[in-house]
């Protein structure tokens, strides 16, 4: 398992995944073509591109929310596009963290149950879980705000605790699906500020699905990807 600690963004850690020959198709649609990826441990990276250029798909298939039709994803040594459905689902529930663009929070949950709830689903004792659900919401500054429903929440809070969700696993990887594409543009500043600050300062990698170039200024480093390929395929890993 990857032991997270604080990297420096200037000198990022071996490769944390590496993706080679990907192809997906959705019905007559050709999604990748042959992508080649490679992702350093502690780098923040953003996949950029317009609208169905199969930016999401790459990140569904890096993070094995679905499998390519050929090639293969491994992150940290597993080969994920290798491993059948419920083993997917187990490495996505303990090695990876997710934030998506409308928090995806349950809204019957209250915040704290949201954000430990990763961590029941693996087994965790609730009591234990809720503990390390409060430090994460009180490391994000939502300390009194454990037991409000989502609907009780403003869109940066809600967002908040929905990266709070995604990290109280301690990830190898935190995927990002638009995380502030329903927010402001102030309320996205600052998320993007306060998630940029904790995965550096946790060593996470993350990798970010974007069109914002707001968003993508907080990172290492972008992809673009167009017509299911890689566009700036000399940036495809880091230097």
């Known amino acids: 398992m990857t032991h997270l600690i604080p990297t420096d963004a200037t000198n990022p850690g071996p490769a944390l995944i590496t993706a080679r020959g990907l192809d997906k198709h959705h ?3 050709h999604a990748l073509r042959g992508v080649d990826v490679t992702i350093r441990q502690g780098e923040i990276v953003t996949v950029m591109g317009p609208s169905g250029s199969g930016k999401s798909t790459l990140l569904h298939c890096l ?3 679905t499998t390519p039709d050929s090639g293969e994803v491994t992150i940290d040594g597993t080969q994920i596009s290798a491993l059948k459905e419920d083993q997917r689902s187990r490495f996505r529930l303990t090695r990876l963290g997710f934030v998506f663009q409308f928090g995806q929070l349950l809204p019957e949950l209250s915040a704290e149950d949201n954000v430990a709830l990763p961590l029941m689903l693996a087994g965790t004792r609730r009591a234990k879980a809720l503990v390390q659900a409060h430090s994460w919401l009180e490391r ?3 300390e009194g705000m454990e037991r409000r429903l989502p609907s009780e929440l403003s869109g940066g809070q809600a967002q908040r605790v929905a990266l709070a969700r995604g990290l109280v696993n301690a990830p190898a990887v935190l995927f990002a699906d638009e995380p502030t594409g329903a927010l402001d543009s102030l309320t996205a ?3 993007m500020e306060t998630l940029t600050d904790v995965v550096r300062s946790t060593g ?3 990798v970010i ?3 914002d170039a707001r968003v993508a200024s907080y990172s290492d480093r972008e992809i673009f990807i167009r017509d299911g390929q ?3 395929p000399a940036l495809q890993g880091a230097q």
Request: glycine share 14%; net charge neutral; charged share 10%.
């Open 63 to 65: 993070a094995g929310v």
């Open 204 to 206: 996470t990698t993350l």
């Open 27 to 29: 019905g007559l649609t």
């Open 230 to 232: 890689v566009t700036n």
């Open 189 to 191: 500043e600052r998320v």
């Open 140 to 142: 994000l500054g939502l």
């Open 209 to 211: 699905v974007t069109h």
